[in-house]
């Protein structure tokens, strides 16, 4: 007799079977020769081997450089301090229910000051209580960013009063570029490590 599975598993199927051979991890000895340039200038500039976002990303050797250069500013330089910018990492990989980047960031952020109860209200999808003025700011401005597709005359004041004009690109940058790393992630259903947890999936 033959098992019938759900509906569900039917249909998901398909996609679990498939995930890793989308974009999957080239080895190294397999590397063109553009692709072990790039490989090699990701580790003189990020001191370890390439990994993460990055790993489906060397499937466009090109795109993978460019992204990486990008982020060696945006990730370790902004304007609005690398503090913040982990605020904005974890509201975009939830907006994206992105489930490596908040692997990734989510022990990040803690390390750098974010509070736990902050992480774990974005994590559940909720505005969090007891922001700094400065937490607010950004909350706000990357929210309405993601959510709107706009950012309101008052929270855009409000950011360019406290971080200035470079700030306020520097801000909205980031969220463009996790956003960015998101998407590849996304669509790569790059997965997670055996100790990751999904994010919990909320309502469309």
């Known amino acids: 007799m033959i098992r019938r599975l759900p509906a569900l598993a039917l249909a998901l199927a ?6 890793a051979d989308r974009l999957p ?31 489906p990303l060397m499937h466009s050797p090109e795109v993978m ?4 250069q990008m982020g060696d500013y945006l990730r370790y330089k902004p304007k609005i301090g690398t503090t913040l910018s982990e605020l904005v ?3 975009n990989a939830r907006h994206w229910s992105q489930d490596y980047e908040w692997y990734v960031h989510a022990p990040i952020a803690r ?12 994590r559940d999808g909720r505005r969090p209580e007891g922001l700094s003025a400065d937490e607010a700011i950004v909350y706000d401005f990357t929210t309405e960013l993601q959510q ?18 470079a700030g306020v690109v520097d801000l909205a ?9 998101a998407m590849e992630l996304n ?14 999936r909320l309502p469309e």
Request: proline residues 10%; aromatic residues 12%.
């Open 173 to 181: 940058a980031i969220s463009g570029y996790y956003t960015f790393l």
């Open 89 to 91: 990492i974890l509201i």
């Open 111 to 122: 390390k750098v000051g974010i509070a736990p109860e902050i992480i774990e209200a974005i």
């Open 187 to 200: 669509a790569a259903r790059y997965g997670l490590p055996p100790d990751g947890t999904p994010l919990p």
């Open 25 to 55: 991890t080239i080895p190294p000895d397999q590397y063109t020769p553009e692709q072990r340039k790039a490989a090699e200038e990701f580790e003189a500039a990020r001191k370890v081997k390439v990994f993460g976002p990055f790993e």
């Open 65 to 68: 450089t460019l992204a990486r």
């Open 14 to 19: 398909p996609a679990l079977a498939f995930a």
């Open 148 to 165: 709107n597709k706009r950012v309101s005359d008052a929270t855009f004041a409000r950011a360019e009063s406290r971080f200035g004009k």
